[in-house]
Structures are given as structure tokens and as C-alpha cells.
Nanobody, 126 residues
Framework: VQLQASGGGLVQAGGSLRLSCAAS????????MVWFRQAPGQERELVAG????????YHADSVKGRFTISRDDAKNTVYLQMNNVNVEDMAVYYC????????????????????WGQGTQVTVSS
């Protein structure tokens, strides 16, 4: 199984980025997909998640109205559209996958996710 995250980079405060995570080696449609982030010295936190078949999504309070998670099962890819970013959003962003057969809910606990991407850095300039 491989999750390949991309799309990070340097963005000005108030700007936008779109992160992508391409999955291979698994039946993508059978997995809940999420994005975590981790800033230096902080714990990894769940930013957004989308369930299998996109029937449920989760967005952390800190990103609601600014970030949107989506998935394209035909492309085995999950996206995170980040709008109106601010310096508090600066972190390494990781995509992760959890088999939907295990649960119907989107867990906020990193240990519940079996597969992880390598992370992509988002840097925000003020």
C-alpha cells in the first residue's frame, strides 16, 4: 500500500492550496480517507475526513468553512482544498486510510489508521 501526498508549498496568508493524496495497493473505495496535520512541537490532529462513498465528511472546527475534503474513487485520490489559509495552518499534512469495514465513523485518533502518506509541508507567510 502506498499513499503519495502532494500539493504542499509556500502560500501567503489568505491564499489557497489544494493537497492531493494518490493511493495504490488497496481497494480505495473501501477506505475512509483523512488528512491529519502536525506542527512542530504539537500532536498530530485530524483536519478533515471523508468516509467511503462520501456519505459522511468531517472537518475540524478550526478549518470549517475554509477547507474542504473530497475524494475521487475513479482516480484513487483524496483532496484537501485549503482556502483562506492562515499561519495557524502551517504544518506537515498527512493523508491516511482506514478500512471502512472496521467502522462507519471517522476516527480522530491517529492510531486507528493503518496506512499513511509521507507528508507534505504547508508553509504560510504572513
Amino acid at each position: 500500500v502506498q499513499l503519495q501526498a502532494s500539493g504542499g508549498g509556500l502560500v501567503q496568508a489568505g491564499g489557497s492550496l489544494r493537497l492531493s493524496c494518490a493511493a495504490s495497493g488497496l481497494t480505495f473505495s473501501r477506505y475512509h480517507m483523512v488528512w491529519f496535520r502536525q506542527a512542530p512541537g504539537q500532536e498530530r490532529e485530524l483536519v478533515a475526513g471523508v468516509s467511503r462513498s462520501s456519505w459522511n465528511t468531517y472537518h475540524a472546527d478550526s478549518v470549517k468553512g475554509r477547507f474542504t475534503i473530497s475524494r475521487d474513487d475513479a482516480k484513487n485520490t483524496v483532496y484537501l482544498q485549503m482556502n483562506n489559509v492562515n499561519v495557524e495552518d502551517m504544518a506537515v499534512y498527512y493523508c491516511a486510510a482506514r478500512a471502512a469495514i472496521m467502522t462507519t465513523s471517522i476516527s480522530t485518533a491517529p492510531e486507528d489508521y493503518a496506512y499513511w502518506g509521507q507528508g507534505t509541508q504547508v508553509t504560510v507567510s504572513s
